[in-house]
């Protein structure tokens, strides 16, 4: 069998890449649309709630955290998603017996959660530029950056968990609980200083903690007692730090 | 196309592979050997838990051995997992199509995920759709089709590509005779004229007897007889003729003539052909209904693995479980 050149090798995985994304991802969301709200239901619930009962600022917190969660839950998804298609359907056994990398398998079903997150993603960021005043590209773009560091994290967190758990049960128990340790009960949707002083240290350790923040701070809202240098360096620190996880210790071949 | 005159090579060795599973005292593959000839259709015969998907899972790279050695195309599994994976595809046992895909899209996204472009993996599913009668809900989503059309897709999704080595595991489980035989000439299409090797497991006797260049019976993780399917016939047993007895005789009378088997509300009789001229002659009397055939695999895969089944009978389980006598229940 020959080699395979570079230039073969970029496009096999790029057409991998496309076709999982868009068979597993877009293609589903285009034909059972009534999925979507599940992606809106709970970022959007807590929204409304800190509309009804806060005022603008608490609002515009409730803006950030969404934002946040959305990306965070889509990561998470991933892992309750590879875990189905592991264990109810066997797809994971058709890839690893494969070319398909684990890293192209991971980047491709993340991105089809990214496809079902956009249209959430779309309205919230559209709600920001409406109420921000001076949300500029320059904006827009640290924002795409915040949510794209956000989700590589959380995916690299969803691959990890998918190639340990063995029924898809757990999966998605496991899931829902990661995700109010990571959206929820950290300052997400509410600023860090109105942690009780012994807290804030634990938070600061959570890194979606940063990703609310960068986010505030490219709102022009004030970004609490962690200095912004701080996020972004954390940020990407936490996200390489899954990220190697996710590629070095998944069991994508069983012991 | 297939060359000609060209040696048997081997397509997969397999040496003392001992496969353990975490927290079991029990191996699931206990000392396999194995040799698998490239352009051959391969098949591993075995009860629930006798260790075949286990051995498939670990020859396509999915699991890691516990000990042993196996080479599949020439490379060593751990090692080599990268380049074998090129080469090969698995239609996985109970997998279930994606709920939201149709039966093309299937096919199209397994082509690509192995670099086929959109146009030539459209060209290709078309084939393949074609070959396996799925072309009429090609657009049906999954979720909407037969449980034996799902399996179809999922063969599908693996012999629609390049690749040299297909595992199928139990393929043809809970599709109809007819699905069943399009599903086989596929299969001896591949390997005819693709000289595509193909290791499939079953429980099904006649699939292996139609199928297989190679088989081998394997049980507790250890292969108990391997060969073509005359060759393990002949050599695991004595008998030549099967004898199915629908009534006019006792369980005791027909011992005389053989080794007795009861087979639901047969009595079937594993004997020799002047023992079999003989109780036609007794049935012809007796205006009993009896009909004689050649002894097949089901026959050696009970002799083999049936003994194994009586032993784990506690005694006097039946009452006609006296494997070492002559009547034992199938």
């Not at chain 1, 189905?84 to 491709?108: N, R, W």
């Not at chain 1, 640290?142 to 757990?170: A, D, H, K, P, Q």
């Not at chain 2, 995920?113 to 030539?120: D, T, Y």
């Not at chain 2, 080595?165 to 086989?184: A, Q």
Request: charged share 20%.
């Amino acid at each position: 069998m020959k080699d395979e050149s570079l230039l073969d090798l970029l496009r096999r995985n790029l057409r991998a890449t496309g076709a999982l994304a868009y068979y597993i991802g877009v293609l589903p969301m285009l034909r059972v649309p009534t999925l979507l709200p599940f992606v809106f239901a709970t970022p959007f619930t807590i929204l409304f709630i800190l509309f009804i009962a806060g005022q603008r600022t608490a609002f515009a917190y409730g803006l950030a955290g969404a934002m946040t969660m959305t990306a965070t839950q889509q990561g998470l998804f991933l892992g309750a998603d590879l875990t189905g298609l592991k264990i109810d359907h066997k797809f994971q056994s058709m890839v690893v017996a494969s070319p398909v990398s684990p890293f192209t398998y991971m980047f491709s079903v993340a991105l089809s959660e990214l496809a079902f997150a956009t249209p959430a993603v779309v309205v919230l960021t559209a709600i920001i530029s409406y109420t921000t005043v001076g949300f500029g590209l320059l904006a827009l773009l640290e924002m795409i950056l915040v949510i794209v560091l956000t989700w590589v994290m959380t995916s690299s967190i969803g691959f990890f968990l998918s190639t340990y758990v063995l029924n898809t049960r757990t999966a998605f128990i496991t899931v829902s609980f990661i995700s109010i340790v990571l959206s929820i009960l950290p300052p997400v949707f509410y600023p860090i200083n109105t942690l009780p002083a012994f807290l804030r240290p634990v938070a600061e350790l959570i890194p979606t903690t940063h990703s609310a923040n960068l986010i505030r701070s490219v709102m022009g809202m004030p970004s609490g007692s962690s200095e912004m240098f701080v996020s972004w360096l954390a940020l990407p620190a936490f996200t390489i730090a899954f990220l190697s996880l996710a590629l070095l210790k998944a069991k994508w071949r069983e012991p | 196309m297939k060359r000609e005159n060209s040696l048997p090579s081997p397509i997969i060795e397999v040496r003392r592979l001992v496969k353990y599973y975490r927290k079991s005292d029990v191996p699931a593959l206990d000392g396999l050997d194995l040799t698998m000839t490239k352009g051959r259709i391969f098949t591993l015969l075995g009860r629930n838990g006798a260790g075949k998907t286990t051995f498939l899972r670990i020859a396509t790279t999915q699991l890691m051995p516990t000990s042993g050695y196996v080479s599949v195309l020439g490379m060593n599994v751990v090692g080599d997992a990268s380049a074998i994976r090129k080469r090969i595809a698995i239609a996985p046992q109970e997998g279930r199509p994606l709920w939201t895909l149709n039966a093309k899209d299937h096919i199209v996204l397994a082509l690509m995920m192995r670099g086929v472009s959109h146009s030539e993996a459209l060209d290709k599913a078309k084939r393949v759709l074609d070959t396996l009668e799925l072309i009429e809900v090609q657009n049906v989503r999954s979720e909407d089709l037969s449980g034996g059309m799902k399996q179809r897709v999922l063969i599908a999704m693996a012999i629609a590509c390049d690749a040299e080595l297909i595992f199928l595991d139990e393929p043809t489980i809970g599709l109809d005779p007819v699905s069943r035989r399009k599903v086989w000439d596929e299969l001896i299409r591949l390997k005819t004229e693709e000289d595509r090797t193909i290791v499939l497991t079953t429980h099904y006797m006649d699939e292996a007897e139609a199928l297989s260049d190679e088989l081998a019976i394997i049980d507790r993780g250890r292969v108990l007889a391997t060969g073509s399917p005359s060759d393990v016939r002949e050599k695991h047993l004595d008998a030549k003729i099967r004898i199915d007895v629908t009534n006019g005789f006792t369980p005791e009378e027909l011992q005389a003539y053989g080794k007795v088997v009861r087979a639901g509300n047969l009595l079937r009789i594993l004997t020799d052909e002047a023992k079999a001229q003989e109780i036609s002659s007794e049935a012809l009397k007796r205006k009993a209904a009896i009909s004689i055939s050649p002894v097949s695999l089901d026959d050696v895969f009970v002799e083999l693995v049936g003994s194994d089944i009586d032993r784990d009978l506690p005694a006097n389980n039946t009452g006609k479980a006296v494997k070492g006598g002559s009547i034992y229940e199938r």
